[in-house]
């Protein structure tokens, strides 16, 4: 990506962090058959996640939690079909969750039979609200549970050796949990696991409900990366919701503060406010010059999946995704985008007023940055004029004309489209 730069802040974005700039993409897991799924009204069928897991990989995704089979009989089913019907790529892990209960467990396994290589995510409520009102728990308790946890996991591993087992493990509520504590009990899990023994093992620290700015998440997670026994032989990955609106920003802040791995769903479909958005954080990135490693350069199709899947629309200003995110009516911002983009050679690093990336990067074109409307001015309709028709106005002509239009924009009250354009130059100028 070397049109786009990468770019240092200027000032302090942490106090304890303040130099920091994240240099290379983070580990991905894409949530969305699993933590997207649970939130729907109607929740997928086997083949609308067949289509979503698809899409997954064909995007670069190599670790997709598919959801959470001892829970589902369609996750059940759609497990052993993806396994059965040898539909995972060798470059791919599979990821299921379960809770930490015996039963389950076992189940998990089961779904897993014959995997080349998963993905076992085991998780239990770790918060204060959660222990004292849900559980009825002390920290004694709530540390048990996730120790027998990562017992039940490791001992069904060892029985089937010829799957590569990686063991993850979620103190859900975290960002409602003690940090003392909430490292307590990764370590008791990490005694069990022992990954300085080269087990793979995810530690994934979850803002189950985001209950803070990014900051204050980011610097939980440096504190946890700080205090944990053998932080340099396991993963921290995040999972962040978007309560406050800043899911996607708590996760880059996260990676500045120490995490590596970061979960998400397309367009952050998830429960209530959704899930950290991978789009955006991924074509975050990619405009500042990083490789996001996935490729969501056919944006439309990407969008017209996750509907199709999730019946739920993506917002026109949707970053990156929407239907008018590069799109300019105002007369300025068309006048802006048109001189930056005349001048412009084709290896000049991009720098084009109003929009942040080159459209083209998404599958998307230029034709559809400048709509016209009654904020629109000359330089649009001139442009228009000569993309759609090959006519080029003089200037005084681009003013004149450009009040015709903006007359019938203001008459029509909305977008005036190119046939019509052309049909009121026709008639003023054309016809005799
Ligand atoms: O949000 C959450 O805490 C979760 C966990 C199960 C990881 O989805
Ligand atoms: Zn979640």
Request: charged fraction near 25%.
């Amino acid at each position: 990506h070397k049109k786009y730069v990468a770019f240092k802040p200027v000032g302090k974005t942490n106090r304890r962090w303040p130099d920091q700039v994240i240099e290379q993409a983070p580990r991905w897991c894409a949530v969305d058959l699993r933590d997207g799924n649970q939130a729907l009204i109607k929740p997928m069928n086997v083949a609308q996640k067949q289509r979503l897991f698809d899409l997954l990989v064909k995007l670069g995704f190599k670790e997709i939690e598919i959801g959470f089979p001892a829970a589902s009989q369609p996750d059940f089913d759609f497990c052993r079909k993806l396994i059965e019907e040898n539909r995972i790529p060798k470059d791919v892990r599979i990821q299921v969750l379960t809770q930490a209960r015996p039963e389950l467990i076992a189940r998990t396994y089961e779904a897993l039979k014959g995997a080349d290589r998963a993905i076992v995510h085991v998780y239990n409520s770790t918060s204060t609200v959660q222990r004292e009102q849900v559980f009825g728990l002390d920290r004694a308790g709530i540390r048990e549970i996730a120790v027998n946890g990562a017992r039940w996991v490791k001992e069904h591993a060892d029985l089937a050796p010829e799957t590569e087992w990686t063991f993850q493990y979620s103190p859900e509520s975290f960002t409602g949990t003690e940090l003392d504590f909430a490292v307590e009990v990764i370590d008791s899990v990490n005694a069990v696991w022992r990954p300085d023994l080269g087990q793979g093992v995810v530690i994934n620290l979850p803002a189950t409900v985001e209950m803070s700015t990014p900051n204050v998440f980011a610097d939980q997670i440096e504190w946890v990366c700080d205090h944990v026994a053998h932080r340099e032989h396991f993963s921290i990955s995040v999972h962040t919701h978007n309560d406050r609106g800043c899911g996607v920003a708590a996760a880059e802040l996260a990676m500045l503060a120490g995490a590596d791995r970061v979960e998400g769903t397309l367009m952050g479909n998830g429960e209530r406010t959704g899930n950290m958005d991978l789009v955006t954080m991924a074509m975050n990135l990619y405009s500042q010059g990083i490789d996001p490693h996935l490729d969501l350069s056919g944006m439309a199709e990407i969008v017209e999946t996750v509907e199709a899947c999730t019946d739920i629309s993506t917002h026109p200003r949707h970053p990156y995704a929407g239907d008018l995110v590069f799109t300019a009516f105002s007369g300025s911002h068309q006048d802006a985008i048109r001189k930056c983009l005349a001048l412009r050679k084709p290896d000049d690093v991009w720098n084009v007023a109003y929009l942040p990336i080159d459209p083209a990067d998404l599958g998307r074109h230029y034709d559809e940055v400048v709509r016209i409307n009654s904020q629109s001015g000359k330089g649009g309709v001139a442009y228009v004029l000569e993309r759609d028709y090959d006519i080029t106005l003089p200037r005084w002509l681009q003013i004149e004309f450009s009040k015709v239009v903006q007359a019938e924009a203001e008459t029509n009250g909305g977008e005036i489209d190119s046939l019509t354009i052309h049909r009121l130059f026709e008639e003023k100028y054309l016809k005799v």
